[in-house]
């Protein structure tokens, strides 16, 4: 474990903070509508990190907000059946955020749709949430970018809760999760990632996310390389710079998942106290599901960190998790930690 992020995490609970979000996945040929039936998915990426977290034998507590009625009694029930504890969920507003997405596709172009207005969540304000209350027993924090793409308004509630999580000395990870759908309130993501990254310790996404989230560019004739070697070398370059950038970062890590030769191809890389690693590579013909697994992916990042795994240990861990997620249906995974073992074993 790299220095800097080696501590006793156990003494508190990983906090994930986002928005609840109910996903309903219409089939592309619209099949749905002759059957009267639309599958429905509870999720959010901050619920999925949570999910696996607390599947992991990690104390998982969750913040959202959500309107006080019946459907939201159903739907924290179902989150309660999953070990996380839901204490933390903050009552008002008037509705839960919806997405849609066609089964089996990625979330970009048109399979996407957001239905997140007005909701619950994105109607908190600064001052309305207790922080003190919120963070107590918390020694982890982790939220994503999605939340300040909602709104200016969330993003100062991002900010809000950022500063409080830093002065009492939790550690904050970050995944860069880049949604262009979201990002319509007049501000580039640079402008309000810049000011929150700042606080955190550990940093997830890709070498693009980094370049379209804080600014730091990629090479020119990088992007359609397909040379594994010149996009670990482009990562250790963004990360160091992201170092540079932001000094309480002590992790960057950045996955590469590409579908463009008829295989799915996955990798991963971590960069932690001056020292660089990347994992085993993956690859399959066929999956179920893209939805979620760099969600888990930053779920088995802080099950390493937060277990006081080694820098290659929590790599691999988090690729191997990562990779086994794109077989699974639901939004978050249902892979043991004795599966993902497994799989590490069998790639070596």
Not at 48 to 71: E, H, I, R
Not at 165 to 190: C, E, F, H
Not at 304 to 323: D, H, I, K, R, V
Request: charge should be negative; aromatic fraction near 12%.
């Amino acid at each position: 474990m790299s220095k800097g992020l080696s501590k006793n995490y156990k003494d508190g609970a990983v906090l994930s903070f986002g928005e609840l979000l109910l996903r309903l996945s219409p089939d592309d040929g619209g099949q749905w509508l002759a059957d009267n039936a639309l599958s429905v998915f509870v999720g959010g990426a901050e619920l999925n990190v949570a999910s696996a977290l607390s599947l992991w034998d990690v104390p998982s507590q969750y913040f959202t907000a959500l309107p006080k009625n019946g459907l939201s009694d159903q739907v924290i029930g179902y989150v309660n059946q999953k070990g996380i504890s839901t204490s933390k969920v903050f009552y008002g507003g008037s509705r839960i955020g919806l997405y849609f997405l066609t089964k089996g596709k990625d979330l970009k172009h048109d399979a996407l749709i957001y239905d997140r207005a007005n909701s619950a969540f994105a109607e908190l304000t600064p001052g309305t949430v207790d922080w003190d209350k919120a963070l107590t027993g918390v020694t982890w924090f982790h939220f994503s970018a999605i939340c300040p793409a909602i709104s200016q308004q969330t993003a100062d509630v991002c900010l809000e809760v950022l500063q409080a999580a830093s002065a009492r000395g939790i550690t904050i990870s970050v995944d860069l999760n880049y949604r262009s759908k979201l990002w319509q309130y007049g501000k580039q993501p640079q402008d309000v990632m810049t000011e929150l990254v700042k606080y955190c310790d550990v940093i997830m996404g890709n070498i693009w996310a980094a370049e379209t989230m804080l600014g730091i560019p990629v090479l020119g004739d990088i992007h359609e390389s397909g040379q594994k070697s010149i996009y670990l070398k482009e990562a250790l370059s963004t990360s160091k710079r992201m170092v540079e950038l932001f000094p309480k970062c002590k992790a960057v890590a950045n996955t590469f998942r590409f579908d463009g030769s008829g295989e799915i191809e996955y990798y991963a890389a971590l960069y932690a106290e001056g020292d660089f690693y990347s994992s085993h590579e993956y690859s399959a013909k066929e999956i179920v599901s893209k939805v979620g697994s760099g969600d888990c992916f930053m779920a088995g990042l802080i099950y390493g960190f937060y277990n006081n795994l080694s820098p290659q240990q929590t790599l691999e861990y988090a690729t191997a998790a990562a990779f086994k997620k794109l077989f699974v249906a639901s939004d978050a995974t249902t892979n043991t930690v004795e599966e993902i073992t497994n799989t590490i074993e069998d790639g070596k």
